[in-house]
């Protein structure tokens, strides 16, 4: 299992990006994925998460209306969306799989929003 996460960098209040996670080594369409983000100094936290078939999704109240997660299943790869973005949304991104009682993430992507 591989995931690797893209798309980090530095940006102003208010801008955008788009984070894109490819996934390997197992069948991508059958999973649930989820964001996750560690700001320095705290606790890892669910920021999204997107069914299998991309029919459902979930925010973190402290993104709602602000980030969207979608999906490719033909490209296996998981996208988060983020516009309008905050100071308080900088930290390390990660993208997460739970295969059975295993949980996989990728290396991670840095998001700094900042001035």
């Known amino acids: 299992v591989q995931l690797v996460e893209s798309g980090g960098g530095l940006v102003q209040p208010g801008g955008s990006l788009r984070l894109s996670c490819a996934a390997s080594?197992?069948?991508?369409?059958?999973?649930?994925m989820n964001w996750y983000r560690q700001a320095a100094g705290k606790k890892r936290e669910l920021v999204a998460g997107?069914?299998?078939?991309?029919?459902?999704?979930y925010y973190a109240d402290s993104v709602k209306g602000r980030f969207t997660i979608s999906r490719d299943n033909d490209k296996n790869t998981v996208y988060l969306q983020m516009n309008s973005l905050k100071p308080e949304d900088t930290a390390v991104y990660y993208c997460?799989?739970?295969?059975?009682?295993?949980?996989?993430w990728g290396q991670g992507t840095q998001v700094t929003v900042s001035s």
């Open positions: 997107i069914s299998s078939y991309g029919d459902a999704t």
């Open positions: 080594g197992f069948t991508f369409s059958s999973y649930v």
């Open positions: 997460k799989v739970r295969l059975g009682w295993s949980d996989y």
